[in-house]
């Protein structure tokens, strides 16, 4: 017996420094699509959407969001 495909989506509403929620919600979203019959979405609004900008300027620290992001694209759904 096949096991239902899961489809997840995760909301990142918060800028991507600053807080630890877009690292964390990206960390699950990315351990998440590495199961088979996974399939993630990202919905970024509000401030989240600076979680996908080109070229970012990672604090010293901080983790990059931005490569977070690519490697998601590249295995999911990326919305802004």
Do not use: W
């Amino acid at each position: 017996m096949e096991a239902a495909a899961q489809h997840i989506l995760f909301i990142l509403n918060d800028a991507p420094y600053g807080s630890e929620r877009p690292y964390n919600g990206l960390r699950a979203a990315l351990n998440v699509v590495k199961h088979e019959g996974a399939s993630v979405r990202i919905f970024m609004t509000g401030d989240g959407v600076l979680c996908a900008k080109s070229g970012q300027k990672t604090p010293d620290g901080y983790y990059n969001v931005e490569r977070m992001v690519k490697s998601l694209a590249r295995r999911g759904e990326v919305a802004t």
